[in-house]
């Protein structure tokens, strides 16, 4: 397989992806105070919004690199 078809798949699942999943979270531990050996963290969520454009134009675009891939 070419690279350039195999590049247009992925692009083309990394979009389906971003469509379905809207986004990804992820948790990072902060301290809140230290006294001593005694600690306390919070964990804080975090989340990132994806476009549902954003899934749309990688799908295009994995398409069109799958069929220029084809073409030559």
Do not use: D, W
């Not at 590049?7 to 990394?14: D, K, Q, S, W």
């Not at 990072?28 to 964990?43: D, I, M, N, S």
């Not at 989340?47 to 073409?71: D, E, F, N, Q, T």
Request: aromatic share 6%.
């Amino acid at each position: 397989m070419k690279g350039t078809v195999l590049a247009g798949i992925l692009l083309a699942v990394l979009g389906c992806a971003a469509l379905v999943y809207q986004g990804f979270t992820y948790t990072t531990h902060k301290t809140v105070f230290q006294v001593g050996p005694v600690t306390a963290t919070e964990r804080v969520h975090h989340s990132v919004p994806l476009s549902p454009i954003l899934g749309v134009a990688a799908i295009l675009g994995g398409l069109a690199l799958v069929y220029v891939g084809r073409k030559n």
